[in-house]
Structure formats: C-alpha cells, structure tokens
T-cell receptor, first 113, second 115 residues
Framework: AQSVTQLGSHVSVSEGALVLLRCNYSSSVPPYLFWYVQYPNQGLQLLLK??????LVKGINGFEAEFKKSETSFHLTKPSAHMSDAAEYFC???????????FGRGTSLIVHP | DADVTQTPRNRITKTGKRIMLECSQTKGHDRMYWYRQDPGLGLRLIYYSFDVKDINKGEISDGYSVSRQAQAKFSLSLESAIPNQTALYFCATSDYRNTASGTQYFGPGTRLLVL
C-alpha cells in the first residue's frame, strides 16, 4: 500500500526566503514521486517528478526536490520565494507509472511581501 | 484550447437532484479519472477508466456513477445529490503508452454546491 504525508497544511514565508514543503511517503516498491501545484481557480499541474535515476529533480519555476530513500522523503524546495508562488502544493506517490497515484492533503504556501 | 475541459465550471443544485458533470480531452490519452477535492483532505479518487470498456471504483465511489462514452469523454453523475457532495471536482487524464511518465493532466475543475 502507498501513502503520503505532507507536514503542515499551511506554510508562510517572506518574499525572497527559502521555501521548504515537506513530503514523506510509504510504498512497498520503488516509488514514483510527484509534486503538483494548484493556483487559485485552476486545476493541478505537474511541478516535477522522480521516476528513476538522479535523485535531485529540477522542476518548473525554480523548484527542486530530492528523493531520499533512507528517509522516505521527497521535500520540495525553492531558494527564493516569489509572490507568484502562492498556491496549493500536492505531493503524490505511485508504485510505478502505470499505477494510480495517492495524493497528500496539500500544503498551502503563503508568501508575504 | 485547453487539453482537458470540464463542464459546467460551477453548479448549484438541490438535495435529491440528479446531475452530471462532463469531461472531455483532446490529448488522445486512454486513461481518465474523477477526483473530488475538499479543504484539508486533498484529492480523493472517485472512479477511473483505463479504456472505454473499463470502469473501476476508486476510494469514494458511493453515491456516484460514471460513463465513458468515448475515449475522449468521461462523465460523472450524482444520482441523488446530498449536501456533503459539495466539493470541487476534477477530471484528469494519463497516457498508458507513456507509463514511464505516470503524469496526470487535470481539467480546471467543477465547483459544485448542493443545497
């Protein structure tokens, strides 16, 4: 069985500060891991994903995440927050690309001027 | 034009009414999904379909039904709407031919209010 835990339903940062959104997963097989972003009044769009290979994954808009098997984590980071980063972020896990992903409950990123 | 479209975008209905939410896609994907989003609960899978002849229940299918009219169309019905079905509903697609990806593509959502 697979599951995802996102620590913190809300994260608040100042513009220019480091963004860190936490995601821990559980999977019985090597996982596929995803981060999706949802801007207000829009659907989800893929930010980045890990399938195999390099454990540090770079995505759109300056975000990156590192797959750490020993910690069962896939935390999302960005060195410097922009106001436009304010959105809901979802971590997801699947047991391979052909399987249905399980989503976390989401983390709302708030960016203060 | 958007690759995954949902109609209507907003809907208000009354308890006991039957309603249908529609999803269409131009991505040529074989797999389609219906999710509902509730604040603090993330996305929960209602139904999914891997091709026109394949329909599967998800985590929370009670009170819902679906129809896969064509590869590009996947509809969600609420047979008798109740207030706790008030939520944001998303349709999504993925491509079996690219299983190494696993990426899902989401529509813009339908906001449903059941009074």
């Amino acid at each position: 069985a697979q599951s995802v835990t996102q620590l913190g339903s809300h994260v608040s940062v100042s513009e220019g500060a480091l963004v860190l959104l936490r995601c821990n997963y559980s999977s019985s097989v090597p996982p596929y891991l995803f981060w999706y972003v949802q801007y207000p009044n829009q659907g989800l769009q893929l930010l980045l994903k890990y399938t195999t290979g390099a454990t540090l994954v770079k995505g759109i808009n300056g975000f990156e995440a590192e797959f750490k098997k020993s910690e069962t984590s896939f935390h999302l980071t960005k060195p410097s927050a922009h106001m436009s980063d304010a959105a809901e972020y979802f971590c997801a896990v699947s047991e391979g690309g052909s399987y249905i992903p399980t989503f976390g409950r989401g983390t709302s990123l708030i960016v203060h001027p | 034009d958007a690759d995954v479209t949902q109609t209507p975008r907003n809907r208000i209905t009354k308890t006991g009414k039957r309603i249908m939410l529609e999803c269409s896609q131009t991505k040529g994907h074989d797999r389609m999904y219906w999710y509902r989003q509730d604040p603090g609960l993330g996305l929960r899978l209602i139904y999914y379909s891997f091709d026109v002849k394949d329909i599967n229940k998800g985590e929370i299918s009670d009170g819902y039904s679906v129809s896969r009219q064509a590869q590009a169309k996947f509809s969600l019905s609420l047979e008798s709407a109740i207030p706790n079905q008030t939520a944001l509903y998303f349709c999504a697609t993925s491509d079996y031919r690219n299983t190494a990806s696993g990426t899902q593509y989401f529509g813009p959502g339908t906001r449903l209010l059941v009074l």
